[in-house]
């Protein structure tokens, strides 16, 4: 991709330039999705969205600059899920499994975030952000985690998730690809081992109920 700088170039405040901002974002997901992101042009875009090139390049300075417009949305979209399932709640293994399965319902009804994917760690910057993104969602599930489980060990946790939700990634490029038959278990047996690395160990259970002796 350029290495143009890909910031936005415009930004819409006004209804009219926000429906074609999200019009281009639109038409560029549907063809990541039907044709990949390489085979995928501006050209492409700006006719499928409906607009002239010329006022396609008003909002974005080249394709990269859509491509990350994208993946920003896909981790507020992974930060927004993680809040909810945390909202809604109050035990560990449901909260894990409703993340996972709506995570997973999105990569069935949006084919492009597998595409995404694979554009983000071909981006060195793009890497660095949803690395960055990972460990805010990590330190926020640690919390909440801690919470529910009564686990003090917030540093472990947080390594401990960090690794689950880059393998949760591994997951969504497996089950995408194979029918529901065969995606189901392996969603599950995910889940599991989600919470059996979560919960609190047998050790750490009798610590929490021993209390220390005096003297």
């Known amino acids: 991709m350029s290495s143009v700088d890909p910031v936005v170039r415009r930004r819409p405040t006004q209804q009219r330039s926000r429906t074609r901002f999200e019009g281009i974002l639109e038409a560029a997901s549907e063809l990541i999705a039907e044709r ?23 909002y974005f300075p080249n394709k990269r600059s859509i491509v990350r417009e994208l993946a920003l949305r896909t981790f507020d979209d992974a930060q927004s ?12 293994a449901p909260m894990i499994d409703r993340g996972v399965r709506q995570y997973w319902r999105m990569h069935r009804e949006q084919p492009f975030r597998g595409q995404l994917r694979a554009a983000i760690h071909a981006d060195a910057e ?3 952000l949803d690395l960055d993104d990972s460990r805010r969602n990590a ?6 985690t801690g919470q529910l489980t009564g686990r003090t060990d917030l540093e472990n946790l947080e390594r401990q998730i960090l690794l689950m939700i880059e393998l949760l990634d591994s997951l969504m490029r ?11 278990p392996l969603v599950a047996e995910f889940v599991q081992l989600f919470v059996d690395a979560l919960s609190p160990s047998d050790g750490q259970r009798a610590a929490e109920v021993t209390p220390p002796r005096s003297g």
């Open 126 to 128: 793009l890497t660095a």
């Open 81 to 92: 899920l993680i809040g909810a399932a945390a909202e809604d709640e109050t035990e560990l």
């Open 174 to 184: 497996l089950v995408v690809n194979v029918d529901e038959a065969e995606a189901e």
């Open 139 to 144: 330190h926020a599930m640690a919390r909440t």
């Open 36 to 58: 990949g992101l390489e085979p995928t042009s501006m050209t492409d875009i700006a006719n499928r969205s409906g607009m002239g090139l010329t006022a396609l390049y008003r």
